[in-house]
């Protein structure tokens, strides 16, 4: 099994290019904010929980998407494997999935982590909350507060695999096409 985790802040691009790499290689994406905007979307009690965290730029509990995690890998027994997108975002995310994968006797293929400045992080989600209807993207204090979680609890993530010699770091800063040329080349070599 391939199984990728796409890593990154907020607007590095993990959605933009999951999108990409599912097409090319066939494999199952798992997006955490995804999913929760799906359970907000069917006003679910989870949702209207989830909502209120995210409309303030700060991380939905553990325990709630290694819940969701863990449904969508038993409901997908074929897939060839996985990509993660936004997930996991905390150390304790990472070793509960660690965990769940070993269950199925599979692991962590690598991770690939997309960097980009916090401006351009800024500009590129303004941009998008404009249209996005994402009332997440719309306010620079939210994304500013979104960006400082993400320093606080999810930067750790990235050394959690890369002791495990699985991180792979690439400039998220250029045209899509030419990102997701080298993130294609890492996959490669994966594979
Ligand atoms: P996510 O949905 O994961 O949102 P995100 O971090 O903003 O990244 P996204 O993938 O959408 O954006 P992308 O960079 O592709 O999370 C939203 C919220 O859900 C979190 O804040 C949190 O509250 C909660 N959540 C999700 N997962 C969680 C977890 N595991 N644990 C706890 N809470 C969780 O793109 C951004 C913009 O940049 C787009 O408009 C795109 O078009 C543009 N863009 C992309 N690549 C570009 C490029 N190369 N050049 C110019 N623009 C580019």
């Known amino acids: 099994m391939l199984n990728l985790v796409l890593f990154g802040p907020p607007g590095a691009g993990k959605g933009t290019q999951s999108q990409n790499l599912i097409e090319k290689y066939g494999l199952v994406h798992l997006s955490t904010g995804d999913l929760l905007r799906n359970e907000i979307a069917n006003g679910t009690a989870l949702g209207l929980e989830a909502k209120k965290l995210m409309d303030d730029g700060k991380l939905v509990p553990d325990e709630v998407v290694i819940g969701m995690i863990k449904n969508k890998l038993s409901d997908n027994p074929e897939a060839k494997g996985f990509i993660f997108d936004g997930f996991p975002r905390t150390v304790a995310q990472a070793e509960a999935l660690d965990n769940l994968l070993t269950s199925v006797d599979s692991q962590i293929s690598g991770m690939i982590a997309l960097e980009v400045e916090e401006v351009e ?30 320093k ?27 990102i997701f040329q080298k993130i294609s080349e890492e996959v490669d070599k994966l594979k």
């Open 152 to 178: 606080s609890k999810t930067a750790p993530v990235a050394n959690y695999y890369n002791e495990q010699g699985k991180l792979t770091t690439i400039n998220g800063i250029g045209s899509i096409e030419n």
């Open 121 to 150: 992080l800024e500009k590129r989600l303004l941009l998008r909350g404009k249209d996005s209807g994402r009332p997440d993207d719309a306010n620079p204090e939210v994304i500013r507060k979104r960006i400082n979680e993400y």
